[in-house]
């Protein structure tokens, strides 16, 4: 039955981008083209049927065939250039679109630039939601799974959402999944700026509509700029499988999606992101060697010590202590190593990190700098601003990496930071600016959207020129934590950090809620644990985690219970294969203390899979039944219980049918089982 629904997916797949793409430029097909945008006072509807179009020769590799499109204006010699890679092994779609001046002189004003315009066909009486999820403002709801039914009535009804502060994932992630009828699509968004979408019922179907927030300018000659990226993912209902089940199915087809095409491979190899040692970087020298020792000598099975902000500047070490302060925040502009805190450098720590078996993360934000500091006082050129922000209580301004000689020192800078002192990621960070203000006041009335676009082109050059020259180097995405996971962003990246949340008291609620409302969209990023018990070590249970042990061992003199932290972080990295399998959340998605959580990862292509479970604080109800997915109806399964380490042999048809139950005495508690194929 699955391959009939695979086939019918990549037909409608192929059969979408032919009458979209393929026939509407060589003009056999009247579908309006994808990319919409208005060019002077015409939309592009009635200019495009006008323009030269030409398709350029297919070329096919890596599962994978590149169709490039190209309209050009004949009077002004406008040329709009649109990449589509379809997926042969997929029923995907993704496509990128340029504008370039080929002319001597200025174009008429581009607005209202769309590269995602499109009405996907659908009774008035069938059914349709939007599934999408919020962003990560530091809530507790950071990534909550979001329903919004679209009925038809007088007018239609329609659903906005946009990144609003200029950082791709703040007030919704840039993702979703438009559920029509018994199947849909699922679209994703790669621009790490400021984007909007919206999803319009119409009489004859929706209307979805998405790209950059502002567009209104002109080109000069010779000058190309490009759209977001647009991710495309069809998918078709089983009548063997509910609605909710469907759409589990299609989340998994992006998941698996994501892993074979759209995850860094550092040294050739799928990212694996690193268990971290997170370290407050305005420390000094000695206590960082010391830290390391401690987590050497005591066998925590930890993978890379992470120096975090603060180890930078000419400040006195005394001004920053800790992550709470503001000291961190007023240096940054001045990048070389703080000689109070650091006499001969980072070498010695990157040195005795590698000597220990570690990694060395390094935390940098060099797109903010702060008034007075190195780069302020070099280089006001190639500053946007200056803003006034509460957190630093001062004037930030933002280095402006669409300057080509701007992108050139600053990855210069790092990389040679990267490559002295043995750095093997680097943490990419972005604070505490207006940023839709500073853009909007760089740009001139005809150039509306210029800035931004220069900007968020560089910071991916800036990236790729980084992983070039870096070729194992994992880049860490934090943006004050979970505010730039976008479509472009995860290609180079991972989210260590996912919510500034963290930064507070731990909560392992949060860790549990933010897996369930991530996972399904992105499936590599981090968690973290401060307390060593099983119940918050299992919270965290995820691809990635940051730990502060040393910390609390060293700086905090806690009597820390080694032995357990030991098997509770060995049980962990177990785990970490399950993570690269499909995902399914087993109960509603609950912020409650009263509720229980659980969900499955599925490794089809091992035969295996693991369950948690969470009883939290509050829940009066001892014990829940667990109907797991994904599995061989026909096969035998080995359960086995990591708590009583007793095991089960079921058939996968009564684990799906009949359930599991699970049984947690404590408040809080948790339960764990992995399961393996047998016949």
């Known amino acids: 039955m699955f391959d009939i629904v695979k086939q019918l997916e990549l037909e409608a797949a192929w059969n979408w981008t032919n009458e979209s793409f393929l026939l509407a430029a060589a003009g056999e097909d009247s579908t309006p083209f994808p990319v919409s945008f208005r060019y002077g006072d015409q939309p592009s509807t009635s200019v495009l049927p006008d323009w030269i179009k030409r398709l350029e020769k297919s070329q096919t ?243 890379c010590y992470w120096i975090d902000a603060g180890w930078y500047g000419d400040h006195p070490i005394a001004e920053a202590v800790d992550d709470m302060t503001s000291g961190w925040m007023r240096q940054v502009g001045s990048w070389f190593v703080n000689s109070e805190a650091y006499p001969r450098g980072l070498k010695p720590i990157g040195g005795m990190a590698r000597a220990a078996g570690l990694g060395f993360l390094l935390w940098f934000e060099p797109e903010r700098a702060f008034e007075g500091t190195q780069m302020v006082r070099e280089h006001p050129d190639w500053l946007i601003g200056p803003v006034t922000s509460g957190n630093t209580n001062g004037v930030n301004f933002m280095v402006n990496l669409g300057i080509p000689e701007a992108r050139l020192h600053i990855t210069e800078m790092i990389s040679n930071l990267i490559r002295s002192n043995g750095i093997t990621c680097y943490r990419h960070d972005f604070n505490d600016l207006r940023v839709p203000e500073l853009f909007a006041a760089a740009d001139a009335p005809d150039r509306v959207g210029m800035t931004e676009i220069q900007h968020i082109t560089g910071l991916y050059a800036f990236w790729d020129e980084l992983l070039a020259l870096h070729p194992g180097l994992i880049i860490d995405n934090c943006a004050g934590g979970g505010q730039r996971i976008d479509l472009e962003t995860i290609t180079r990246s991972v989210p260590l950090w996912r919510s500034d949340l963290q930064c507070w008291p731990f909560d392992p609620i949060s860790m549990q809620t933010q897996t369930q409302g991530l996972a399904s969209w992105v499936p590599l990023s981090g ?32 009597d820390l219970p080694i032995k357990a932290i030991r098997q509770l972080m060995e049980e962990t990295l177990t785990m970490r294969k399950y993570f690269y399998g499909d995902f399914y959340p087993l109960l509603s998605f609950s912020l409650t203390d009263d509720a229980w959580a659980a969900w499955q990862y599925d490794r089809p292509d091992l035969g295996e899979g693991m369950i948690v479970a969470f009883r939290r604080h509050e829940s009066p109800f001892p014990f829940w039944e667990a109907k797991l997915q994904g599995l061989d109806m026909d096969a035998d399964y080995e359960l086995l219980s990591w708590d009583d380490k007793s095991i089960q042999r079921l058939t996968g048809r009564a684990l799906m049918t009949d359930g599991l139950v699970v049984t947690i005495n404590e408040k809080p508690g948790t339960a764990l089982f992995t399961y393996r194929r047998v016949s």
């Not at 066909?121 to 709801?141: E, F, I, K, M, S």
């Not at 799974?145 to 200029?166: C, K, M, V």
């Not at 000069?220 to 078709?236: D, Q, V």
């Not at 099983?534 to 990635?544: C, F, K, T, W």
């Open 61 to 303: 590799a890596d599962g994978v065939t590149v169709e490039t499109i190209v309209y050009t204006d004949a009077l002004t010699t406008l040329e709009c250039r649109c990449k589509v890679i379809v997926y042969t092994d997929y029923p995907a779609v993704e496509w990128l679109a340029y504008f370039k001046n080929a002319g001597d002189v200025d174009t008429s004003v581009l607005s209202d630039i769309l590269p995602l315009n499109v009405l996907f066909p659908l009774d008035q009486g069938a059914p349709c939601r939007v599934h999408h999820a919020r962003g990560g403002l530091t809530q507790q709801n950071d990534f909550e799974p979001l329903e919004t039914p679209l009925t038809f009535r007088q007018g239609g009804s329609r659903l906005e959402l946009s990144s609003l502060t200029g950082k791709s994932s703040t007030l919704h992630l840039p993702f979703f999944n438009l559920q029509l009828g018994s199947g849909g699509v699922i679209g994703a968004i790669g621009w790490s700026g400021g984007w909007s979408a919206s999803f319009q019922r119409q009489r004859d179907g929706i209307r979805v509509q998405a790209g950059m927030e502002r567009t209104h300018l002109k080109l000069h000659p010779g000058e190309e700029i490009r759209t977001p990226r647009i991710l495309l993912l069809f998918w078709e209902g089983d009548d063997v499988l509910s609605l909710s089940k469907n759409r589990n199915r299609s989340q998994n087809l992006l998941r698996r999606l994501i892993f074979a095409h759209y995850t860094p491979r550092p040294n050739g190899q799928l990212l694996q992101p690193p268990f971290c040692e997170g370290v407050w970087g305005a420390q000094l020298e000695a206590n960082h060697l010391e830290k390391i020792r401690w987590l050497k000598e005591n066998r925590i099975p930890t993978e």
């Open 527 to 558: 968690t973290v644990c401060e307390a060593p018990t099983q119940y918050a070590m299992r919270s965290a249970l995820g691809p990635s985690l940051v730990t502060h042990w040393s910390s609390q061992a060293l700086d905090g003199r806690v």
